[in-house]
């Protein structure tokens, strides 16, 4: 089992942990180390024992909020979910009808006739230029 030293507070401590554990244990180390620094910049100096009481208090009372925020955020994608199995479970709507203005067959043949007579006033004008 390795020993691990952490600095927390100013002050050396020597912890075993599991193999593989290290990384994670200098990790919680820095939190508790940062919550040390920042109750010593408040208060000063204090016993050892009462700086990690106190820096430990607040990192529970962070994680509790933590925990609530989880708990909100597991409840809404509960939510969520049961909403989107309700939709799922729903029948598809209806296709919606489309309708497509179609031209009238006069229309059509009118602008035929108009292309045939603008493409033969065309050609007389190709034939009178050349």
Avoid: N, W, Y
């Avoid at 043949?109 to 190709?126: K, M, N, S, Y």
């Amino acid at each position: 089992m390795p020993q691990v030293e952490i600095a927390i507070g100013g002050r050396s401590f020597e912890v075993a942990c599991q193999d593989g554990e290290e990384h994670f244990l200098h990790s919680a180390a820095a939190m508790l180390d940062a919550e040390a620094a920042h109750l010593s910049e408040q208060i000063g100096r204090m016993p050892e024992a009462r700086m990690l009481l106190m820096a430990g208090l607040m990192l529970a009372d962070k994680t509790a909020g933590l925990e609530d925020k989880v708990r909100e955020a597991e409840a809404e994608a509960a939510k969520m979910r049961a909403q989107i199995e309700t939709m799922q479970a729903q029948p598809a709507p209806a296709p919606e009808r489309v309708e497509v203005l179609v031209v009238p067959s006069e229309v059509t043949d009118t602008l035929a006739e108009i292309a045939a007579r603008a493409e033969a006033l065309a050609d007389q004008v190709e034939g009178g230029a050349s």
